[in-house]
């Protein structure tokens, strides 16, 4: 994870009081933060583009973090400074500044309480959207953006706007992959701003760091440093997103690089934020963040028009907070600490969230700043409960009741059914719990059902679908391994969940087995009888019947059950299901439950 090195001294004058750097590290720590150490820091200056760089005060390599400069023994040393290092949390993005630790730190040692508050004027620029940015060719479709004025910046607040926009590269961009950041100037800015495209073998400008030198877009991806460092992002696309201004000025080449004219500088004062990305939650997430933090830094927030491409208009950013029901009874269950509705106020408002009884008894509303993305679920204000509680405060104490452990019926079960089929010969493989519609549904000869698990809002495109059985997944890695010596026989032991309107929220999560053997003599007779000397095994008894189904080939498949859980079908894969999945040899299969699986809490 990345270290970010926060002055102490700043973030003393941030604060009302002043503390020690040990004090700061200690309460850090109860915050969530991962602090390394305290620590004497040098702060050098970049020979090319002047931004500041801190670091050991030792003879190493040091690197630019804006322009990508690298070079041993040119960077002239500022100052010294004392340092808390910090490892980065990816679940507290909020945290990843010097801004976002003093608005916690304010809370959590009593010197302010409740939510924030960042009120926001409406600024005249207009950013319009080109449909192209939404084309495959040149995908990045959504932006946030926002103006905001800040004091004149000097050499430290340029780099730790600097080290704020790279932190949520690495956080909620994901490496700029879901959203990347641009801060320019505002005063180099004429008119209206365009989000559009350009072609990457024309239409040079300037890029940061570069001062009289102009590149085209590819240009920059494969000679400029953070072009090569993040070429990839860009590597299938015929066209680069880029935005200008009215006068045709280029502001940048998102998720790559600024230009050099619309560069903030030690003195700029109005700062024009946009963030672009494939992911709109990434885009907005970041922006609010990193304007919430600019905020707690002296800086005042303006809102942008952004207007579509097909004239929808967005006001941005949105900081309206997010509301919250918690009920005090449960927080006492899952916390097991002594709290009433006095203590939960308290703890929230030091955790700076409002909080306000609802029913004058055991629920209350929390409301939540926009910036605290981590925040989705009663249980992670749970955590802030804890926290504003003190866990300090949390004396250990012995569990009253002792109880004694044991196995899970069905995990004692899965135990036996793993170990006869490695007696067996055969080889436990794993897949994702998330898969297509092509591998579970079409490529086994099956139209795609109407209705089945479907995931709304998936992190990749393509896994839409919650597994019901566990085929796919092991034909697939039959397919992985078909050039191995044969014969090879691999299973796997896992949980599906299929529809169920008797189950809790309309399913039912079922441990399923999957086995199957590849090779010249595989085929129905050599699963069944593997599949006979399991349920031999496991001390039961089977009865076949002969069934049709589109995966198996016609006359060699069947459904067996046991008079127990165990059920399923067994047969002979049929040659158009081998096709599908790049096989070219005789496979024998079995698929079948072992337990339905009730979570009782």
């Known amino acids: ?113 409740g939510m924030p508050q960042y009120p926001t004027a409406a600024s005249p620029v207009v950013v319009r959207v080109d449909a192209s940015v939404a084309r495959p060719e040149s995908f990045r479709p959504h932006i946030r953006c926002a103006v905001v004025q800040v004091p004149p910046l000097d050499d430290v607040g340029l780099a730790t706007l600097m080290k704020l926009q790279e932190n949520l590269h690495w956080g909620v961009g994901r490496d700029r992959k879901l959203a990347s950041i641009g801060v320019y100037d505002l005063d180099t800015l004429e008119g209206d701003i365009a989000y559009t495209t350009l072609d990457p073998d024309a239409e040079p400008f300037e890029p940061l760091g570069m001062p009289g030198v102009t590149m085209s877009g590819r240009t920059i991806l494969e000679e400029h440093p953070k072009g090569t460092a993040y070429a990839h992002l860009l590597a299938d696309l015929k066209r680069y997103p880029v935005l200008r201004d009215a006068a045709g000025q280029v502001l940048s080449m998102p998720p790559i690089i600024n230009s050099e004219g619309t560069r903030v500088r030690v003195g700029s004062t109005r700062l024009f934020v946009d963030v672009t990305g494939p992911s709109e939650a990434a885009v907005v997430n970041s922006l609010n963040m990193l304007v919430s933090s600019l905020c707690e830094l002296g800086g005042q927030v303006s809102t942008v028009r952004v207007i579509g491409s ?10 309206t907070p997010r509301k919250y029901e918690v009920s005090l009874s449960r927080a006492k269950q899952w916390l097991g600490l002594p709290l009433d509705a006095t203590s939960l106020v308290d703890c929230f408002e030091r955790m700076r969230l409002d909080v306000a ?64 089929l490695v007696g067996l010969g055969y080889t436990e493989t794993m897949s994702l719990p998330m898969t297509t519609e092509a591998d579970h549904f079409t490529r086994l000869g099956q139209p795609v059902p109407e209705h089945f698990v479907r995931v709304a809002n998936p992190k990749l495109r393509a896994l839409t679908v919650v597994r019901s059985h566990l085929m796919g997944g092991v034909l697939q890695a039959l397919h992985e391994n078909r050039r191995r010596p044969m014969p090879v026989r691999i299973f796997e032991l896992d949980n599906c969940v299929r529809l169920d309107p008797a189950g809790e929220n309309g399913t039912t999560e079922e441990r399923r087995l999957c086995f199957a053997d590849i090779g010249p003599d595989a085929g129905y007779a050599s699963v069944r009888a593997r599949l ?63 337990a339905p699986l009730a979570w009782d809490l």
């Open 357 to 420: 009884a609802l029913d004058g008894g055991d629920l209350f509303q929390v409301t939540c700043p926009a910036f605290r993305s981590d925040v989705r679920h009663m249980v992670d204000l749970f955590e802030d409960l804890a926290i504003g509680f003190g866990y300090e405060n949390i004396v250990p104490a012995i569990v009253p009741t002792m109880t004694v452990g044991r196995p899970r019926p069905e995990e004692q079960l899965s135990h036996l059914v793993r170990t006869a």
């Open 310 to 319: 097909d004239g929808a208009e967005v006001v941005s950013p949105d900081l």
């Open 1 to 113: 994870m990345p270290v970010v090195s926060i002055d102490a001294a700043r973030l003393n004058a941030l604060l009302a009081n002043s503390y020690a750097p040990e004090r700061l590290s200690d309460a850090l720590e109860q915050i969530g933060c991962d602090v390394e150490e305290v620590v004497e820091l040098g702060r050098f200056r970049c020979p090319v583009c002047a931004s500041m760089v801190e670091g050991s005060q030792g003879a190493e390599t040091r690197v630019c973090g804006v322009c990508g400069h690298s070079q041993e023994a040119v960077f002239e040393q500022v100052d010294t400074i004392t340092a808390i290092r910090l490892d980065l949390l990816a679940a507290r993005p909020d945290l990843f500044d010097i801004g976002g630790l003093a608005r916690a730190l304010q809370g959590y040692l009593g010197e302010v309480r």
């Open 532 to 594: 006979d000397a399991l349920l031999w095994e496991l001390g039961l008894t089977a009865t076949f019947t002969a069934v049709e189904h589109p995966a198996f080939v016609p006359g060699r498949v069947a459904r067996f059950t046991t008079g127990t859980p165990v059920e399923g079908l067994i047969g002979e894969v049929a040659p158009g299901v081998l096709d599908a999945f790049g096989i070219d040899l005789p496979v024998g299969l079995v698929e079948c439950l072992i």
